[in-house]
């Protein structure tokens, strides 16, 4: 018996994949289809797939040519699958070409001729439209956000609004966007509006979008203030717009995978998390000349709170702050303890003073820690008592970081997902909250 396998996402399948399916099953007597999890979807690029895996499994099946139907979910899973089920013959479309050549090593390898004019990609842009972007900021965030868009199909960015329109004019040039002269006219033309402007000015610009129907990428911290927050929240959900607080780390794959991890229960239950994260700023950076809102815990307070709230909850019983300043008054040093019913938690952040970056989240049966930059999770372990037992995660991270939240965004707006799981309005709040505290302490 001749076994043939083929692999793919057959995302909203279409004719291009049926033909596929018919002349791969037509190469042998017997033939496996193997279909991508969204876990390896997104870990290798591929953001925005539409349907479910259950879906696609069930497309596949209803094609009537495949024999047996296995899941893809790592890199070098063909291999290994093509020894396990003994195959003659691997196959996938003309697209490939030259791609699967070195497993000719283990089998006969065809690249079967792709069908024409047809591609889930292409579906993916007729059913929604590309949802256009319009950046309020043009600060050092905003230069890489238009790069990672690039990424993400079905989102694009059309301009950017700033006050400062020298600055505007020089960022729409370098970046080749439209400049445009007042936020009207930038809500006017686009359907997603990204704040990146200073702190303090992210509630006002915030709110004036989603009170013109525009969802919203804030960049975090989304503000300075619980109430704001919430009134933002609230505010999104009456006007049905999505709101989404930019921490970056919140979307990405790695992140995911380390939280879902540490509540399976493996490492018991979780009584403390620490987290750390420094940066040598330069002096005369805005975080550190911006008496108000500067310093590193507004600055860094979102990303370190982020695993501390997803893990030992949203409702703390009280929090106290450790900082070192500098001579305008900010805090160049921050550490937060953070206390709970059933353990604690630290948050250390620095713009002056460097430390270990690392997350440490210890439970009752063993711990779990990501090095630095663990926000942007790449690998985690689990460790035990018994030292010799090391369980370790490897997950990729793409580019900056921002295409998954782009990426989350328009999959939020087409209704391909709905779930908040990433960050939740909660989570956002409660850190908005630490963050008001915090302020409120420093007295500034
Ligand atoms: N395929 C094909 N003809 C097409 C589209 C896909 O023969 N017009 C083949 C691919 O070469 C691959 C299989 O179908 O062997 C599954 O491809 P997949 O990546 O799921 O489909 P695409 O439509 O190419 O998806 P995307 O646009 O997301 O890349």
Known sequence: MKKVITYGTFDLFHEGHYRLLQRAKALGDYLIVGVTTERYDKARGKLNVVDSLMTRIENVRKSGFADEIIIEETIGQKISDIKKYDVDIFTVGSDWVGKFDYIGEYCEVVYLERTKDISSTQLRH?????????IIGTGRLPARFVKESKFVSGASILGVYNPNKEHAAEFAKRNELKQYETLEELYEAVDIVHIASPHSTHYAYAKDAL????????????????AETAELYKLAREKNCVLIEDIKTAYCPGFDSLINV??????????????????????????????????SFTEMASTL?????????????????????NEQGLDIFTKATISYERGFASATCGLGVKAEGRLMIAGTEGYIVAEAPWWKTTYFEVRFEDASRVEKYTERFLGDGFRYTISDMVNRINGVTTSTMQLTKEESEAISNMIEQFLGQEER
């Open 126 to 134: 007729e059913a929604h439209r590309v949802q256009q972007i319009g």
């Open 211 to 226: 009170e013109h129907g525009k969802h919203v990428i804030c960049e975090k911290p989304m503000t300075l203030r619980k």
């Open 262 to 295: 540490a509540r399976s229960g493996i490492i018991g239950q979780i009584k403390y998390v620490d987290a750390c994260f420094t940066r040598i700023a330069d002096k005369n950076t805005r975080e550190l000349i911006d008496v108000k809102t500067g310093g």
């Open 305 to 325: 709170l982020l695993p501390i709230m997803k893990l030992m909850g949203t409702e703390y019983e009280d929090v106290r702050f450790d900082c070192i300043h």
